[in-house]
C-alpha cells in the first residue's frame, strides 16, 4: 500500500474542492479521508484546500499553509484538522550537543508551531476549532486500530 497518492472520492456531494485531485501524504490521512467519508455526521469536508499565510521564524518569510482537513458536521460545528505524528508536536529533547537530527527536529518544530498559531487564529475569527490529530487521536476515534501488546514468549514445554 502506497504512503501517498491520490485519493479518489467515493461521495463527491461531500467534498468540498477539487475531487478530482485529493492527494494524501499518509496513511493516517487517507484513513481519515475513508472516516470523513464514511461517518454520517459530517456534512462536508476537504483536504489541504484552503490556504493560510503564516510567519516563518527560521527564514523569516512569510509562506502559506495548507490544513490537512476542514470539516463541517450536521451541527454547523466547523474544524480544521492537522494530522501529525505525536513525536512532531512536542519540542525535541536536547541531549547535550546539537546533532543534525537535533537541529533538523528543531527547525520542523518550529515550522509547526508557526503554521499551527496562524491556523488557531484563522480558526478562532472564523468561529471554527483547531485540532492537531495524531496517532492516539486516531486510534481513540476509531480511525486507526489500537495497538497490540506484544504477547510474552511461552515457556518451554516440561517433557517427562
Same mark, same amino acid.
Given at each position: *500500500? ?19 485531485? /485529493?492527494?494524501? !501524504? ?40 495548507? +490544513?490537512?482537513? /476542514? ?13 501529525? +505524528?505525536? &513525536?512532531?508536536? !512536542?519540542? +525535541? ?17 518550529? &515550522? ?28 481513540? *476515534?476509531?480511525?486507526? $486500530? ?6 510474552? +514468549?511461552?515457556? $518451554?514445554?516440561?517433557? &517427562?
Amino acid at each position: *500500500m502506497a504512503y501517498s497518492g491520490k485519493y479518489k472520492i467515493k461521495n463527491r456531494h461531500k467534498y468540498r474542492g477539487d475531487a478530482d485531485n /485529493v492527494i494524501y !501524504r499518509s496513511l493516517w490521512e487517507k484513513k481519515a479521508f475513508i472516516w470523513c467519508e464514511d461517518n454520517s455526521e459530517i456534512k462536508w469536508w476537504a483536504s489541504e484546500e484552503l490556504a493560510i499565510q503564516y510567519f516563518y521564524e527560521v527564514d523569516k518569510r512569510h509562506h502559506r499553509y495548507f +490544513p490537512d482537513l /476542514v470539516i463541517e458536521f450536521n451541527n454547523g460545528k466547523r474544524l480544521m484538522v492537522e494530522i501529525k +505524528p505525536k &513525536k512532531e508536536t !512536542r519540542k +525535541p529533547e536536547f541531549k547535550g550537543r546539537k546533532t543534525k537530527r537535533y537541529i533538523n527536529e528543531s527547525v520542523t518544530f518550529v &515550522k509547526n508551531m508557526n503554521k499551527w498559531e496562524a491556523a488557531s487564529k484563522v480558526a478562532k475569527d472564523n468561529g471554527w476549532e483547531f485540532q492537531i490529530w495524531t496517532e492516539e487521536t486516531l486510534q481513540k *476515534m476509531g480511525i486507526l $486500530p489500537k495497538k497490540i501488546k506484544s504477547l510474552k +514468549p511461552l515457556k $518451554p514445554l516440561k517433557t &517427562k
